[in-house]
């Protein structure tokens, strides 16, 4: 599978497996469609934090140049698939200090439309949801504009499976069409916002690679 560059994720239809879930090496994703999406790092002058816009002034971040994108949906689960180059890779925090690696995908709560840069507004919220290496389970977030970010307490109905080989991760995002929270159906076109952070260069919070404006998922009818 040939990963080919685009604002577009066109999610494929595919029979469920008899071995549960579509994991990140699953062959299930032959039939996907995977497109390199462009990141940029995210501006320092919009940071809500002024330390970390002094303290990072002359540091770089947002350093991934891309990352490979496809979605899947399988027996009524929408999968989405996430792969960058992690050559050295931050697989759990193991001291106050040390920053893992991570990714989110983001959307519109309303699943319609919403200001990327600034995470929402109070009429406007978005949702990501959130997977950080050595965690189990995603974080689903929500928030209304910049440093507003809450957490919503699980069950919440997305899961998460990773892996790192040959100096990348996959990490695949899972979510029945159904749940509640992000409306997303068969055949609807959905905006999506994806993040990345290297945990190696202390990326955290604000500090990432992101896609500056809305690509759009189609969710396959």
């Known amino acids: 599978m040939t990963a080919v560059t685009a604002s577009r994720i066109v999610g494929a239809r595919i029979a469920p497996t008899k071995d549960g879930p ?3 090496l699953s062959a299930g994703w032959g039939a996907a469609v995977e497109v390199e999406v462009p ?18 002034a002359d540091r770089k971040h947002g350093v991934t140049p891309s990352v490979r994108a496809a979605a899947a949906v399988a027996g009524g689960v929408l999968h989405v698939r996430l792969r960058w180059k992690a050559l050295n ?14 990714c989110a ?20 919220p978005v949702q990501a949801w959130h997977w950080r290496a050595g965690t189990a389970i ?8 910049l440093g507003t970010v809450t957490r919503q307490a699980p069950p919440h109905g997305v899961s998460v ?7 990348e991760w ?23 916002g994806i993040a990345v952070w290297q945990g ?19 969710v396959p009818a």
Do not use: C
């Open 170 to 192: 996959s990490v695949v995002f899972s979510r029945p069409l159904e749940e509640q929270g992000v409306p997303i159906r068969g055949g609807a076109n959905v905006p999506i």
């Open 22 to 24: 579509l994991g990140p």
């Open 200 to 218: 190696a260069l202390e990326e955290r919070a604000g500090l990432k690679s992101h896609t500056p404006g809305w690509l759009t998922l189609e």
């Open 161 to 167: 499976e990773a892996t790192w080989n040959a100096d």
């Open 89 to 102: 890779p931050r697989p759990a925090i193991t001291d106050n200090n040390v920053f893992a690696d991570a």
């Open 138 to 145: 995603p974080f689903v977030i929500q928030a209304t504009g």
């Open 105 to 124: 995908v983001l959307f519109p709560l309303d699943g319609k439309g919403a200001e990327l840069a600034t995470m929402g507004d109070p009429a406007h």
């Open 39 to 56: 990141l940029e790092p995210t501006p320092l002058e919009v940071q809500p934090s002024a330390y970390v816009r002094t303290a990072w």
